[in-house]
């Protein structure tokens, strides 16, 4: 049982002065084997607050990160999964699925992360899964109007992962999961 | 070298009156054995003659006082039963007044009189007030303290006090009253009399003295402060006025500071509250060069917790008028003590303040009041360049924020910026900080235009570049730290009403555009956000709205708009303008203004072409124009046309063909809108795919010229999975047999001999094949339409 926490599009302190109490009061060092973040910290004070919760910290470059070393796209392997990391903007058009279904074969991924729309999203199609944490801070979107914030917990287990999504509606938070299973790939 | 031999004697000695205690304890226990009284009275005089020493410390003289002591007990014992000697206490009070010297007669006759007033047979006032006056007859102090110290300690319960057995007819508390002031006052005057006379070392070693015995003087309040039948009034009419006196008569520092303290310590809060007035009364008339500002806070501390722990006493504070009268007193010590330091004085107000915050919480002008007072003490100086001080400044300002977690209540505090004009820059930074840490900790909100303007001018340190900033030394990272402050609390400064929201928005901006190229970066974008939230707010809302002179609205906040990101010219900072610009296009082209967004397009393609030469950056920066670009839909059609050329054509002047390649077929999608209203024009995807296509030819071919070999298909493949996206969408123009020509292409450039393996390639490759053999199974009209596809 490995868990992996999915969250991005903060935009602190552009758009959002800090992580809501409630998900701060939920997220806690050693909890957590690895994190991968979409993008749009901004700042480095964000980074290492992510850093301390897990060591793991996986991230890939938002259009507004102030550290512009981040990657484009990465790749991480956990488990029998093999996870496909990258901010969004720049699959055109924004949040579109076979779009994004196309990089999702481009990096030979089970399951792809990615953020930009700032809405959450999971859901499976012929080449695996995709998920969309959603913004961690609700901040504004151009792209998609009254989000709430929100982010994931992937609970990887031989071939299945739980994917939980956290969401503040409000004031409280609510739980949802959906479950998936990974099949052996056919072959050609 | 002398003083360790003076230890070294002092030793000696306390060994020598030990010894002698001891040689004469033993004979007077075989005495006390034999039931001699004559012996026993002998050899007791003998070990008190011990205490007649002048050679001890005072440290020293008490471990030889408690052997003397241990022995009186046995002593005592003996003088109760009668039987044992058959005199009566009468007589033995008689019999040892003849004890050769004074010392040993007096510790013989206090110890005699404890047994008499235990028979009951004299009245408990008439034996202790001939003990209190008989002890006059030493005036050494430190002989005459040790004496009347045991006196205190053997008459402690023997107090007619309500309630006790020795309460008789003509007893009452008065009488325990009048006994314990005597014997205090003998002791302080016998106290005082160590004088700190003579060279330092002799004073120093006089004054270390003198604090050892404080303790026994001390003790007499003690024991008053547990007299049951002192009631508040008797003390408030007899006790404390009697004490004050003596304390202000001897005129001496040490004595003052620590008796005072002492009674503040002992009495209950409730008698202090009562006697407010005179006890402060008494402090200017104590020496000028005694602390009196930790007695006050001392004061105000145990009041304040007094207050904390029994709500109900609240009332009775604004009965005395105990805030009035503290802060007349403070203001009274701090100008008769001129030569005051400015940290003492502040020091003083911090007291006040904390004490005015557990008390009178709500006394808004109370607590502005004190703020007053310091600024006063503070006007007519440079700034404060003592760091304590300063400190304390900082703990003055803090205090009202932990307070009140409300920011806007500290923000209502008139005095509050005035104190804060007193620091030097440095602090002002620092406290300007923990302001917006305040409010950040609290979730706290700012709701009004003139709150943000009173805020603001509090953290003017932090907005702009103030005189006295020292030149050099920014820490960069301080400098970012501060920054990203003032950014997050601008989003905390917020109302629901869209006109107020405006007014606090171009509050905001007035202030921030003080700040320079160095700030803007950081406070420009939190506000142009802030201002997008406030248009999609009003975007649902219609027309004007009515009786208001000057509406908000979105064409309003799109200049404002306009402006604030023009400003981030002057830093210069294209990226970050760029994507503010399309932030804003986008949020025009919701509000269906369409002048409004072409005019956002142009400003972000002119920072393009003029201001943005990085080529990773022009990569990013062509794909936001792109994708915010395929999401408008308010242009008409020639508007339209000329952003999409300009996009198309950058994508194609990229520096790297791969980049271009991938640019000009994302550009394909701005032809391709998926809506039911949206654009689908068939030709000019399929004239973008095309291109793209020559284009990721040519980036072959140029490997091939370049590295001798080819470069791998990624890009073909790319363009493949685009061509299949349209071909799903319904694109008449995207044919089966141009995607069956593509996998062949792609085939024969993988096994050529010149191809580069690529895994990463490969696999993409196979995933597309899979792709394609998934949707062929689906059947339906999907499986039909792929059914020409050979893989």
């Given amino acids: ?188 | 070298m002398m003083i360790s031999d003076a230890m070294e004697d002092e030793e000696k000695w306390l060994a020598e009156g030990i010894a002698g205690i001891q040689h004469n304890a033993f004979y007077m226990h075989r005495a006390l054995d034999a039931n001699n009284l004559r012996e026993a009275l002998k050899y007791s005089a003998q070990l008190l003659s011990e205490l007649r020493t002048s050679r001890l410390s005072p440290h020293k003289y008490y471990e030889l006082y408690m052997r003397a002591f241990d022995e009186l007990r046995k002593l005592e014992m003996f003088f109760k039963e009668e039987e044992r000697h058959g005199c009566s206490v009468m007589d033995l009070y008689e019999l040892v007044q003849h004890a050769g010297n004074i010392l040993p007669r007096l510790y013989l006759l206090c110890t005699v009189g404890s047994v008499y007033i235990k028979s009951k047979e004299a009245p408990a006032k008439d034996v202790l007030k001939d003990l209190v006056e008989m002890c006059r007859g030493v005036q050494h102090p430190i002989r005459g303290l040790f004496l009347r110290s045991y006196l205190a300690q053997i008459s402690r319960d023997k107090l007619p006090d309500i309630g006790s057995e020795y309460e008789g007819d003509g007893d009452t508390v008065m009488d325990a009253v009048e006994f314990v002031l005597q014997n205090f006052s003998e002791m302080n005057k016998l106290w005082v009399r160590m004088e700190l006379q003579g060279p330092a070392r002799v004073r120093d070693k006089m004054e270390k003295e003198r604090n050892e015995l404080r303790d026994l003087v001390g003790k007499n309040l003690h024991v008053l402060s547990q007299i049951e039948g002192i009631d508040l009034d008797l003390y408030k009419v007899t006790v404390l006025p009697r004490i004050l006196e003596q304390v202000v008569n001897c005129k001496d520092e040490l004595a003052q500071y620590y008796l005072m303290d002492c009674l503040i310590q002992v009495f209950p809060d409730e008698y202090h509250l009562q006697t407010l007035e005179t006890l402060l009364g008494a402090c200017p008339q104590l020496q000028p060069t005694v602390d009196i500002k930790t007695v006050l806070s001392q004061l105000m501390e145990r009041l304040s917790s007094y207050a904390a722990s029994s709500p109900e006493v609240l009332p009775e504070f604004l009965q005395v008028e105990a805030f009035a009268k503290l802060s007349t007193a403070i203001g009274k010590v701090i100008e008769t003590q001129g030569d005051m330091p400015i940290v003492g004085a502040i020091t003083l107000y911090v007291s006040l303040l904390t004490f005015t915050l557990r008390v009178h919480p709500d006394r808004l002008d109370y607590v502005d009041q004190v703020l007053g007072s310091c600024v006063k003490k503070l006007s007519n100086r440079p700034k404060l360049e003592d760091s304590r001080a300063t400190k304390q400044v900082v703990a003055l300002l803090s205090a009202p924020l932990e307070k009140y977690s409300d920011i806007v209540t500290s923000l209502t505090l008139s005095n509050y910026p005035r104190v804060m004009d007193h620091l030097d820059s440095g602090t002002n930074k620092i406290m300007a900080m923990v302001i917006i840490q305040s409010i950040m900790t609290n979730q706290a909100c700012v709701s009004s235009a003139d709150k943000v303007e009173v805020l603001f001018e509090l953290i003017k340190g932090l907005i702009k570049d103030l005189e006295g900033d020292s030149e050099d030394e920014l820490d960069e990272e301080d400098f970012n730290e501060e920054q990203n402050s003032v950014a997050r609390v601008i989003h905390v400064l917020y109302n629901d009403d869209p006109e107020e929201m405006l007014k606090i928005i171009c509050t905001v901006r007035k202030h921030i555009m003080t700040g320079g190229p160095k700030r803007l970066p950081f406070t420009v974008p939190p506000l142009v956000f802030s201002a997008l939230k406030l248009i999609r707010r009003l975007q649902n809302q219609d027309g004007d709205v009515a009786g208001e002179e000057d509406p908000a609205t979105p064409k309003k906040i799109f200049q404002l708009l306009n402006q604030m990101i023009e400003a981030l010219s002057y830093v210069p900072a294209p990226e970050l303008a760029l994507r503010l610009y399309l932030q804003c296009a986008e949020a025009a082209n919701d509000c269906d203004l369409e002048p409004v967004a072409y005019e956002f397009f142009t400003q972000a393609f002119v920072l393009y072409e003029e201001e943005i030469a990085d080529s990773k950056a022009q990569v990013t920066a062509i794909h936001l124009i792109i994708g915010t670009l395929q999401r408008t839909n308010v242009f008409g059609v020639e508007n339209r046309d000329t952003l999409t050329h300009k996009a198309t054509g950058y994508s194609a002047k990229l520096l790297k063909k791969p980049d271009q390649c991938r640019a000009v077929y994302a550009c394909s999608h701005l032809f391709w809108v998926d809506d039911q209203d949206g654009i689908k024009d068939g030709e000019r995807v399929l004239l973008c795919l095309k291109r793209a296509l020559r284009i990721a030819n040519a980036a072959q071919q140029m490997a091939n010229v370049a590295r001798g070999s080819s470069g791998p298909v990624t890009l073909f493949v790319e363009i493949l999975n685009k061509y299949l996206y349209y071909f799903e969408k319904g694109n008449p123009q995207i044919t089966s047999a141009a995607i069956q020509g593509l996998i062949e292409l792609i085939k024969t450039e993988m096994q050529s001999d010149t191809a580069t393996p690529d895994r990463i390639s490969d696999a993409f490759f196979d995933c597309t094949l899979r792709y394609i053999q998934f949707q062929k199974q689906k059947g339906g009209s999907m499986g039909e339409k792929f059914d020409t596809i050979k893989v």
């Fill in chain 1, 1 to 188: 049982m490995v868990l992996v926490l999915a969250i991005g599009d903060l935009h602190i302190p552009n758009r959002a002065p800090d992580l809501p109490a409630k998900f701060k009061s939920m997220l806690v060092p050693g909890k957590i084997q690895h994190i991968i973040c979409t993008g749009n910290l901004c700042i480095k004070e964000v980074h290492d607050y992510l850093k301390s919760l897990c060591p793991s910290l996986h991230i890939t470059r938002g259009e507004y990160d102030e550290d512009s070393r981040y990657p484009e796209t990465k790749t991480i392997t956990i488990g029998q999964f093999k996870l496909g990391l990258c901010h969004g903007h720049q699959v055109v058009p924004w949040g579109d699925l076979d779009s994004l279904a196309m990089l999702q074969r481009q990096l030979d991924v089970d399951i792809l992360v990615s953020g930009h729309t700032h809405q959450f999203k999971a859901y499976k199609h012929e080449a695996g899964v995709v998920i969309n944490p959603g913004s961690a801070t609700s901040a504004y979107s151009s792209i998609t109007y009254d989000v709430n914030p929100s982010f994931v917990l992937m609970d990887i287990d031989g071939l299945r992962v739980v994917v939980y999504v956290y969401e503040l509606i409000d004031g409280e938070v609510k739980v949802d999961k959906i479950d998936f299973k990974k099949t052996s790939t056919p072959a050609i």
